[in-house]
């Protein structure tokens, strides 16, 4: 990207609606604006007060192709920081091609993916973990996750880590007095008050790193595995929580044999729901791919949903699912299914196996509620308040943390063995790096490059 050029972008959805938005934003924009807008007051765009709509005519070559309103805003008052000036034509498909064609005719060139956000984090207007919540806000599905992302634009990541970065920054200050002057006593802290800072910075550190269990299964997802022997319910609680019937339902067993996925909401949580052939040993060569499919599956799995037909009693096959079950070292709800029917199950066998377990019946969506809840309760710390609390929203922060983690157990070792302090100071300043990472202080223009290519173009 070259972030001198004046670039623009249709920053609404290409299609018939009643307004179109294009973006300009640049050195230039104002001039390349003068040259396609004429104001029906025969004012400049460059004497027009800023961030108030002007109504005028499009223009193509001396003819006037459209009308519409303007809005002008001066740098640095403006999302990308630099001279930025939005058009509204009408929304028509040739209409809006042909207003966009004018502006790059007169000197504009197309914005790459996310390159008004970029440009935003480029000129300070926003850190890099708000880049990140705007890019999430437009993919939201629920309340939820419109809440999180709400919060990191508001900077509650922002000022959490700049508050922590402060405090690792007084605690490398007080280590390298030490060090560089140590008969002068010119340390702000005793070699006791650093453990203590330390201690204390650790603590905080950790505290805000536990965040991301909750902002991951709100923003990113949790893999859930839906599992169990062939003809339990599992298709049927797939389309339940996915809302329509994405998978075939019969009464002949393996009927599934290859993967389903899909990703869904529960309540607050959201679910990167997976749904898989029936667990049993079997001839039919295709089946055997599905089980085998099925059994990946689980060792990837964030969360399991085993189901376990309530209308018949437990039998080999269930028990070798438990024991499976059993052997996996991640969160896991047994699912009780059909129970519209008759029970014939074995229930306490299964409740002295498993902590969570719910009654449902997928058919007809009873009891779903219940399932609900435990699900949140595995997932979202109730202390947390979402829309208020810095929050962790996406892996590349809780690793960036998590390195700055262990850099300070590093230093807090350091300082309880007596060691030379600036040992101590060394992992202190690496702590500082990797947090500086996720608002952008340090981080890599790769991985800049990643986060904003995955923007739509116009934003």
């Not at 008052?77 to 042909?98: A, L, P």
């Not at 009464?251 to 309540?267: A, F, H, P, Q, Y």
């Amino acid at each position: 990207m070259n972030f001198y050029d004046t670039i623009a972008a249709l920053s609404s959805p290409l299609g018939k609606g009643g307004v179109a938005v294009i973006r300009i934003s640049g050195n230039e924009a104002i001039e390349i604006a003068e040259r396609v807008f004429k104001t029906a007051s025969g004012k400049k765009i460059s004497d027009l007060k800023p961030n108030f709509m002007t109504y005028g005519n499009i223009v193509s070559e001396g003819k006037t192709i459209d009308d519409g309103l303007l809005v002008k805003f001066c740098a640095p008052k403006s999302f990308t920081g630099e001279d930025t000036v939005e058009i509204n034509c009408h929304g028509g498909i040739y209409i809006t091609q042909k207003v966009l064609a004018t502006i790059f005719a007169a000197g504009a060139r197309p914005a790459e993916a996310g390159e008004f956000t970029r440009r935003a984090f480029v000129n300070g207007k926003m850190a890099l973990s708000q880049a990140e919540a705007l890019g999430t806000l437009l993919e939201a599905k629920n309340d939820e996750q419109v809440g999180l992302a709400r919060s990191a634009m508001g900077g509650k990541i922002k000022s959490a880590c700049d508050k922590l970065y402060r405090r690792l920054t007084a605690l490398v200050a007080t280590v390298y007095a030490n060090v560089d002057y140590p008969e002068e006593d010119l340390a702000d802290m005793t070699n006791e008050e650093m453990i203590e800072g330390t201690e204390m910075l650790l603590k905080d550190v950790k505290k805000l790193r536990a965040t991301y269990k909750t902002g991951h299964a709100v923003m990113e997802g949790v893999k859930t595995v839906i599992c169990g022997k062939p003809n339990v319910g599992k298709s049927s609680l797939y389309n339940c929580l996915v809302g329509y019937d994405a998978a075939i339902v019969t009464d002949i067993e393996g009927t599934t044999r290859d993967l389903l996925s899909e990703t869904v909401s529960l309540g607050r949580v959201t679910l990167r729901l997976v749904d898989t052939a029936g667990i049993r040993a079997t001839n039919d060569a295709v089946e055997q791919i599905g089980v085998a499919r099925a059994k990946q599956s689980l060792e990837e799995a964030e969360l399991v949903l085993a189901v376990f037909d309530n209308s018949r009693p437990l039998d080999n096959e269930d028990f070798e699912i438990m024991d499976e079950i059993k052997s996996i070292n991640v969160a896991k709800v047994v699912i009780i299914n059909k129970n519209d029917e008759n029970s014939m199950i074995s229930e306490d066998i299964i409740r002295n196996n498993f902590t969570h377990v719910v009654k449902i019946s997928a058919k007809t969506e009873y009891n779903i509620e219940e399932l609900r809840k435990i699900v949140e309760y595995l997932y979202i710390n109730e202390e947390i308040d979402t829309q208020n609390d810095a929050v962790l929203i996406n892996a590349r922060q809780e690793a960036s943390l998590a390195v700055a983690q262990k850099h300070i157990e590093l230093a807090l070792e350091a300082l309880e063995a007596g060691l030379s302090p600036d040992l101590a100071g060394v992992d202190l300043e690496l702590a500082m790096s990797h947090l500086s990472e996720i608002d952008g202080r340090e981080v890599d223009e790769d991985v800049v490059a990643e986060i904003f290519s995955h923007f739509c173009v116009g934003k």
